[in-house]
């Protein structure tokens, strides 16, 4: 015997699992309270928007040593909301913060700054971020 399942049945069904599967391992945050994140780490809310910051490169002076020029970090997002992915740079001190979907997505401080003489690992980071609903 064979089921006859709808498109739409098919369609609620896929949906379902890929919800299920961004929500899995999400650490939950509140839009509009700063928060602290890091790399690598799913966050969720508003039930429908999922981000990770994939990648940073950060190119700002070195704690101990004398700079000409202050540098910048660049922080690599992927965004996905109501299921629909953006991936997007956010930049400490130039473009910053950014709009995306409803939202106002803006990095607040990466902290810690790097060092001449002693390499940052990326899970070292943690990044300071608000998030606010347009």
């Known amino acids: 015997m064979f089921m006859k399942i709808s498109v739409h049945?098919?369609?609620s069904a896929l949906s379902a699992v890929m919800i299920a599967v961004m929500i899995?391992?999400?650490?939950?945050?509140q839009p509009g309270e700063p928060f602290s994140c890091?790399?690598?780490t799913n966050y969720l809310f508003d039930h429908n928007?999922?981000?990770?910051i994939d990648s940073i490169s950060?190119?700002?002076?070195p704690k101990d040593l004398i700079c000409i020029w202050g540098g910048d970090v660049d922080l690599y997002f992927d965004i996905k909301i109501n299921?629909?992915?953006?991936?997007?740079?956010?930049?400490?001190?130039r473009n910053n913060p950014i709009e995306a979907g409803n939202y106002t997505w803006q990095v607040l401080?990466?902290?810690?700054?790097p060092s001449a003489y002693q390499r940052t690992d990326p899970e070292d980071?943690?990044?300071?971020?608000?998030?606010?609903?347009?």
């Open 24 to 29: 899995t391992g999400c650490e939950k945050i």
């Open 9 to 11: 049945s098919k369609i």
């Open 125 to 134: 980071y943690r990044i300071k971020i608000l998030i606010q609903r347009n």
């Open 38 to 40: 890091k790399i690598g």
């Open 83 to 93: 299921l629909v992915r953006t991936d997007t740079m956010i930049q400490l001190y």
């Open 58 to 61: 950060d190119y700002r002076c």
């Open 49 to 52: 928007v999922v981000f990770s």
């Open 109 to 113: 401080d990466v902290d810690p700054l």
